[in-house]
């Protein structure tokens, strides 16, 4: 078996980046790209946003055009999973049986929804393809009703979308804020009241218990004995990183594939995108993020590594993500955290624009804002000189 | 040179703008790109190439001059 392709598994932002970045390298050799969705590269933002309210046509969605895929000169492998990886031989296996060998390998897997067996009824939605935000836009209609479980970023995007469409809208959410864990609760307080603004209908430190479907609608327990009933329920509870078929690999998986500082997994293995879990020089510790500018950067590195042409310092880059709700863009960089202390640089929280910084220590660790690009770049400049002083000895 | 963007792929993260702030520009609310011209001066010309090639969202295409 020849070991000269750089096969990547995962054709989708991740991996197609990686592609392209290799071939902006002048990585001339073959590249084989392994993808158990019959089309990945559809861009996922906007099936939370945009595409889900029927304002963007199925080919925009398409992260590239057939030209330009083309032009790649890759070789896609698609509707195949790839089940085993052994780095001793340097091959990965089909599912269909058939090995791959290579030179080097990028896991570009992503992840995938949860969904609790508490709330598996067949009628459940999650969203995270094509194919989902086209069956969930069945329900996008005044005359209907959505529940929510889960406010985090998918859910909250997907209840304004609703909401702004005049669907009836109730969000359950087992902790006492929206988006806690990825904003805090002095900004996840703002977003709970933009969208009680709206209409939503939030049930927050309550858990769903047991779902059942009732004639074309839903009915969803809560643990305070409360039932919420409608037409569709929406379960966006988090995700598990896609590391299923690296079992028995050897290579380390504690919530995402484990990488160096370098994004190396193993000799000739590397990784990107939400499955990788990697040392921030910035943050001080181990992270995964699940940003599509942090999938895209990071594939970026990983094939100058690969082509030889950069990466000899460790992946640093700052995370970066957006979110659309309503008429407000939220945009963070850094690491937030529930616990900082947040220090306004503009506005109020409940004004139509604000930002904000994150301190930790008295040191700005991220920062946020709503409607607010301009204070958001000058505060990542902060972040960026106060992140690199902390991490001097 | 002659330059175009994209609107609806932008992510709003603001690179075009750090790298040439000559031409690139983002709207006060929502930062999504705009263009202070769409034909840069020499100049400039080397930093646009830069920001077309680093925008994540490839929302930035450059038109060369024919030679
Ligand atoms: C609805 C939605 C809205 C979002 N909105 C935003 C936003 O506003 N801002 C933001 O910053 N981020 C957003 N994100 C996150 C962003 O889309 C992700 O960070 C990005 O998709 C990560 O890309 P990836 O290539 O790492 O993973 P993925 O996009 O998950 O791609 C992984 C690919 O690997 C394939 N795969 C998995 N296992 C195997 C296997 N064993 N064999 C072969 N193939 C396999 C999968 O089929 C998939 O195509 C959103 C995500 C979703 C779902
Ligand atoms: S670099 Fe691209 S995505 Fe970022 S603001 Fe400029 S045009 Fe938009």
Redesign the interface.
Known sequence: MSHDAVVIVGGSLAGLHTAEALRGENWTGPIVVVDADDEPRFDR?PMSK?YLAGT?PDQ?LLLRDRARLDGLGATWLLGQAVTAVEPARRVVRLADGRELAYADLVIATGVSPILPRALAVPSAHLLRRKADADRLRQHLRPDRSLIVIGAGFIGLEVAATFRAAGARVDVVEALATPLLRQVGPQVGGALRRIHERAGVVFHLGRQATSVTEQGDGVAVTLDDGARLTADALLVAVGSVPGTAFLEGSGLEVADGVVADGHLQVAPYVHAAGDVVRWPHPLAGRSVRIEH??TA??QAKYVAKRIAGTGGDEPFAALP?F?SDQYDR?L?VHGFPSADAHLELLDGDLDAD?FAAVYLVDGRATAVVAV????Q??AGRRRVLAELALQEAP | MKITVDE?RC????LC??TEETVFD??????IVSLLTDTPEPQAREAVREAARIC?ALAIAVHEDPA
């Open positions: 933002p945009e963007v925009k599509w500018m895209i950067e970066y957006w863009k945009q624009r409607n607010h690009p301009r958001v770049l | 609806s992510v709003a993260a603001g703008v750090t983002q709207d006060e609310a929502t930062g994540p």
